[in-house]
């Protein structure tokens, strides 16, 4: 299955806001509101930051925020922090053979 | 607190098999489904297999169906991956996932740290 499309890199300077978009079809992103977004530093496991396209799990900062319009889903960090560098995986559901797919990744830089 | 404890990773030949294990605790493993998901070093993350709290439903990326077969034991708290015909596109490090929620959703709310497979001659 092909991946969701992300860019590979977004950078921002503290206290921006910045958006990463991630792209798919009308069957995955566009067709239902199950997407999710992870974070993962180096070396580091994958935390789960936002699910079902926009609600936060308990713990996480309300600078996160998610969104989707049309086969396009996004991630917000508003006000940036230099702890916000890392990578960032949407994921989504899929009606096909193999019913989920991630994005190809975004790595986040603070300027 | 959740824990999730991946075992059975290392180097095996293309062509051979393999079985990861994950050890849950911390939660009611019988309620959750589970997952595996996969990271070649350096690479993005790949979702590669899931399975429902009572084993009814299992799913398979495209490119490990007929290969790979996920499999739990609720009475143990164990997530099992039997991987046949390995491949050396398939070294990775392996993931044992926990769903945020219940129901097989795709929220892949906890990770286990991850097991090592090499495939290489």
């Known amino acids: 299955q092909s991946a969701l499309t992300q860019p590979a890199s977004v950078s921002g300077s503290p206290g921006q806001s910045i958006t990463i978009s991630c792209t798919g079809t009308?069957?995955?992103?566009?067709?239902?509101?199950?997407v999710s977004w992870y974070q993962q530093y180096p070396g580091k496991v994958p935390k789960l930051m936002i699910y079902?396209?926009?609600k936060r799990p308990s713990g996480v900062s309300d600078r996160f925020s998610g969104s989707k319009s049309g086969n396009t889903a996004s991630l917000t960090i508003s006000g940036l922090q230099a702890e916000d560098e890392a990578d960032y995986y949407c994921?989504?559901?899929?009606?096909?053979?193999?019913?989920?797919?991630f994005g190809s990744g975004t790595k986040v830089t603070v300027l | 607190e959740v824990q999730l404890v991946e075992s059975g990773g290392g180097l095996v030949q293309p062509g051979r098999s393999l079985r990861l294990s994950c050890a849950a605790s911390?939660?009611?493993?019988?309620?959750?489904?589970m997952h595996w998901v996969r990271q070649r070093p350096g690479k993005g993350l790949e979702w590669v297999s899931g399975?429902?709290?009572?084993?009814?439903?299992?799913v398979y990326a495209d490119s490990v169906r007929g290969r790979f077969t996920i499999s739990r034991d609720n009475a143990k708290t164990s997530l099992y991956l039997h991987m046949d015909r390995l491949r050396a596109e398939d070294t990775a490090f392996y993931y044992c996932?926990?769903?945020?929620?219940?129901?097989?959703?795709?929220?892949?709310?906890?990770w286990g740290q991850g097991i090592l497979v090499t495939v290489s001659s």
């Open positions: 996932v926990k769903e945020l929620y219940k129901a097989m959703a795709y929220n892949f709310g906890s």
């Open positions: 911390g939660f009611n493993f019988d309620d959750y489904a």
């Open positions: 399975i429902t709290w009572s084993s009814g439903t299992t």
């Open positions: 009308s069957s995955d992103v566009g067709g239902y509101n199950y």
């Open positions: 079902d396209v926009s």
């Open positions: 994921s989504s559901f899929a009606d096909r053979s193999a019913p989920n797919v």
